[in-house]
C-alpha cells in the first residue's frame, strides 16, 4: 500500500514571500502521478498541480512549482510570492490506481 | 454545470437514520471515487467506480456502508444506521478514466453531522 507523509501540520509565511511545503511516499510502483491539492474552507479540492513520474522535469504552474525526488520519493511545492490567496490547506497526493492522501498542512498567509 | 455536483451539502442525521449522498459527475467521466474527510484529516478513499462497476470498494468502514452508480453516471452512498463516527464530509470526485493520471476533479462535499 502506498502511504504519502506531509511533516509540516501548519505554516505561516509573509505575504510575497517564498514557501515550500514538504511531502515524501513511499511505494514500489515505478509509474504514477503525484499532486498538490489546495482545500479553502469551503472543502473543494483544487488540484494546483501535478507531476508525472516518468518525466524528470519538475512541474512548474505560475508561481507553483515542484521538487520532485523520484530517488528520495520526495515531492516538495514551493509557491512564490505567496498571496493572501494562498491561505489553505494543502495536501500531497500520490497515484496509482487511486489518489492517496496525506494528512495536509495549513498554510497561512500574513498580510 | 460544468463541475462535480454533490447533495445534500448539509445534512444532520440522528443516530440510527439512513442517509442518502448523491454525486453527479462531470459528463463523459469514466471513473468517480468517493472519500471521506473527518475533520482536521486529509481524504480517506471509500470506494471507485468505473462506468457502472464499482472495481474497488476497499475503504468502505463497515457493511453500513453501500454505493451504487447503476447507469454509470450519478452515484449515491447510502449509509445505514449512521454513527458519530460517521460524521464527516463526503467528497465525490471523477476523471475520465483512472490509471492514467487524468486530473480527478472534486465536488464540494457534503458535510454529514449526525448527532
Known amino acids: 500500500a502506498q502511504t504519502v507523509t506531509q511533516s509540516q501540520p501548519e505554516m505561516s509565511v509573509q505575504e510575497a514571500e517564498t514557501v515550500t511545503l514538504s511531502c515524501t511516499y513511499d511505494?514500489?510502483?515505478?509509474?504514477?502521478?503525484l499532486f498538490w491539492y489546495k482545500q479553502p474552507p469551503s472543502r473543494q479540492m483544487i488540484l494546483v498541480i501535478r507531476?508525472?513520474?516518468?518525466?524528470?522535469q519538475n512541474a512548474t504552474e505560475n508561481r507553483f512549482s515542484v521538487n520532485f525526488q523520484k530517488a528520495a520519493k520526495s515531492f516538495s511545492l514551493k509557491i512564490s510570492d505567496s498571496q493572501l490567496g494562498d491561505t489553505a490547506m494543502y495536501f500531497c497526493a500520490f497515484m496509482n490506481e487511486k489518489l492517496t492522501f496525506g494528512t495536509g498542512t495549513r498554510l497561512t498567509i500574513i498580510p | 454545470g460544468a463541475g462535480v455536483s454533490q447533495s445534500p451539502r448539509y445534512k444532520v442525521a440522528k443516530r440510527g437514520q439512513d442517509v442518502a449522498l448523491r454525486c453527479d459527475p462531470i459528463?463523459?467521466?469514466?471513473?468517480l471515487f468517493w472519500y471521506q474527510q473527518a475533520l482536521g484529516q486529509g481524504p480517506e478513499f471509500l470506494t471507485y467506480f468505473q462506468n457502472e462497476a464499482q472495481l474497488d470498494k476497499s475503504g468502505l468502514p463497515s457493511d453500513r456502508f453501500f454505493a451504487e452508480r447503476p447507469e454509470g453516471s450519478v452515484s449515491t452512498l447510502k449509509i445505514q444506521r449512521t454513527q458519530q463516527e460517521d460524521s464527516a464530509v463526503y467528497l465525490c470526485?471523477?476523471?475520465?478514466?483512472?490509471?492514467?493520471?487524468?486530473?480527478?476533479?472534486f465536488g464540494e462535499g457534503s458535510w454529514l453531522t449526525v448527532v
Open positions: 459528463s463523459g467521466h469514466v471513473s
Open positions: 507531476q508525472e513520474a516518468y518525466k524528470q
Open positions: 470526485a471523477s476523471s475520465l478514466a483512472a490509471y492514467s493520471g487524468n486530473t480527478i476533479y
Open positions: 511505494t514500489s510502483e515505478s509509474n504514477y502521478y
